[in-house]
């Protein structure tokens, strides 16, 4: 069985009722849910939250609420293994086996389907515990600068200061968009950064973090660009 799982707390502070807020004319998690519908790639597709507008706006995209979660797995602190493992378990517990396992995050617009099949190709294909999206960092991260206390600057590697941009290691870094697992790895807990993931990478017009009002607007900009 190949599971999706739509995390969608309802207390998003930073933007308010962020997963159902409209996001060019759409709820936004519609869009996470159209595209794993799209991709062809799961039995079921299920949102996990706690919040009963988000069940019924996710109901009414097409997913399965099947559950509510629990406050204790609703909080800030709660971890996305946490809610992965619950929602596999709750699964197990009604007689049903899931093998592979799709954490798509609520909000994600820019999540295609073909992204989403490409990373279970990748799982299944290089015997991964995991296979999420990542993208290229634009600057070279050795030549990174931090404020000091009294408003100067200073380099994180300063022993990189001389060497040129095309001679540094080109880094990566978590697109927050989804992350394919096998389920014992979910459901053990193992780690998604390590040697046991394999990548899935995206171009980085295809990624922003939607975590404030300026994310919000820079994404809807975005978004509508790839669409005209």
Not at 190 to 206: G, K, T
Request: neutral net charge; aromatic residues 10%.
């Amino acid at each position: 069985m190949k599971l999706a799982v739509i995390p969608a707390r309802g207390g998003s502070k930073r933007i308010p009722r962020k997963n159902i807020k409209l996001f060019c004319g759409r709820p936004m998690i519609a869009w996470s849910i159209e595209a794993a519908m799209q991709s062809r790639c799961f039995d079921q597709i299920v949102v996990s939250t706690d919040d009963a507008e988000i069940a019924a706006v996710a109901r009414q995209c097409g997913a399965q609420v099947p559950f509510i979660r629990p406050a204790a797995l609703s909080d800030d602190h709660t971890g996305t293994t946490a809610v992965l493992s619950h929602a596999i378990n709750w699964f197990v517990a009604q007689g049903q086996t899931p093998e592979q396992v799709c954490c798509l995050y609520a909000t994600a617009p820019f999540v295609s389907a073909a992204d989403l099949r490409k990373g279970l190709t990748v799982l299944t294909d290089t015997g991964a515990d995991y296979a999420f999206s990542v993208t290229s960092y634009a600057f070279p991260i050795q030549r990174a600068i931090r404020l000091t206390a009294n408003n100067r600057v200073e380099m994180f590697n300063p022993e990189r200061f001389n060497t040129r941009s095309q001679d540094l290691e080109e880094a990566y870094h978590d697109a927050g968009q989804f992350y394919w697992g096998r389920a014992d790895a979910w459901l053990e807990g193992r780690m998604i950064f390590s040697p046991s993931a394999a990548p899935v990478i995206l171009p980085r017009h295809r990624v922003q973090d939607i975590d404030t009002p300026e994310d919000w607007t820079r994404a809807e900009w975005m978004f509508k660009a790839l669409q005209a």
